[in-house]
Nanobody, 125 residues
Framework: QVQLAESGGGLVQAGGSLRLSCAAS????????MAWFRQAPGKEREFVSA??????????ADSVKGRFTISRDNAKNTVMVYLQMNSLKPEDTAVYYC????????????????WGQGTQVTVSS
């Protein structure tokens, strides 16, 4: 059974940091590109960051570039994907979703086949 499970969300003050984790199991996810998307209340889901299957290539939305870092660990049966979020801003408040797509990365949410349930990140001013 394919499962993507996010964790690490919470409430943090502006300027603080959080580290999100995504555990991907049920398939050979080391061949899958992984990404983080987020959705704020009343807004569409938006791309945050993506990482290639081998971890060599990373991509970021302009709004998070320089503050967020995506990484992955393919060493175990369960592939782990991380999103280190620094210098958080109130506008980063959203539900953050982990997503997986076979082979290459994409910034388009419709290209991703597997999704987690999401984890809430709230940044207070």
């Amino acid at each position: 059974q394919v499962q993507l499970a996010e964790s690490g969300g919470g409430l943090v003050q502006a300027g603080g940091s959080l580290r999100l984790s995504c555990a991907a199991s049920g398939r050979t996810f080391d061949s899958y590109a992984m990404a983080w998307f987020r959705q704020a209340p009343g807004k569409e889901r938006e791309f945050v960051s993506a990482i290639s299957w081998g971890g060599r290539f990373t991509y970021y939305a302009d709004s998070v570039k320089g503050r967020f870092t995506i990484s992955r660990d393919n060493a175990k049966n369960t592939v782990m994907v991380y999103l280190q979020m620094n210098s958080l801003k109130p506008e980063d408040t959203a539900v953050y979703y982990c997503a997986a797509r076979y082979s290459s990365t994409s910034r388009n949410s419709v290209d991703y086949n597997y999704w987690g349930q999401g984890t809430q990140v709230t940044v207070s001013s």
